[in-house]
C-alpha cells in the first residue's frame, strides 16, 4: 500500500504554467510506475502522462504532449508534472496514480491502476 499526495494545482492563466507534485508520504514511489489522470465536469477521467519505473520511458497523451513533462525525483521521493502554455481545455481535477508493473501501457485507462491519490484541481479561465 502506498499513499499518493499531490499538490501545486491552482488558477492559471491561459498560456501560463503550473508544476503539480506527487508525494508518498513515509513511504518512497521508486517501487512504483506512477502517472496523471484528470477528469473535467461531465467527462470520463483520461490518462495524461505516465513515468515508468526506472523512468525509461514515459507517456503522454495527445492533448498533452509537448506542452507536459514528467518527471521523477527519487531521491526527493516525488514525481513531478510541468505543465506549459495552459489552455481552458486543461482545466480538470488531476489526480496522481501508481501502479507496481515496471512499464507505462500504452493507452492508460483507470483500472489498470492501483493506487490513486486524492486530486488537485487545475483551472484555466477561457
Known amino acids: 500500500q502506498v499513499q499518493l499526495v499531490e499538490s501545486g494545482g491552482g488558477l492559471a492563466q491561459p498560456g501560463g504554467s503550473l508544476r503539480l507534485s506527487c508525494a508518498a508520504p513515509?513511504?518512497?514511489?521508486?517501487?512504483?510506475?506512477v502517472g496523471w489522470f484528470r477528469q473535467a465536469p461531465g467527462k470520463d477521467r483520461e490518462g495524461v502522462s505516465c513515468?515508468?519505473?526506472?523512468?525509461?520511458?514515459?507517456y503522454y497523451s495527445t492533448s498533452v504532449k509537448g506542452r507536459f513533462t514528467l518527471s521523477r525525483d527519487n531521491a526527493r521521493k516525488t514525481v513531478y508534472l510541468q505543465m506549459n502554455s495552459l489552455t481552458a481545455g486543461d482545466t480538470a481535477v488531476y489526480f496522481c496514480?501508481?501502479?507496481?508493473?515496471?512499464?507505462?501501457?500504452?493507452?492508460?485507462?483507470?483500472?489498470?491502476?492501483?493506487?490513486w491519490g486524492q486530486g488537485t484541481q487545475v483551472t484555466v479561465p477561457p
Open positions: 513515509g513511504s518512497t514511489l521508486d517501487y512504483y510506475t
Open positions: 496514480v501508481g501502479r507496481l508493473g515496471p512499464r507505462c501501457p500504452d493507452n492508460p485507462v483507470p483500472v489498470e491502476w492501483d493506487y
Open positions: 513515468i515508468a519505473k526506472y523512468a525509461d520511458s514515459t
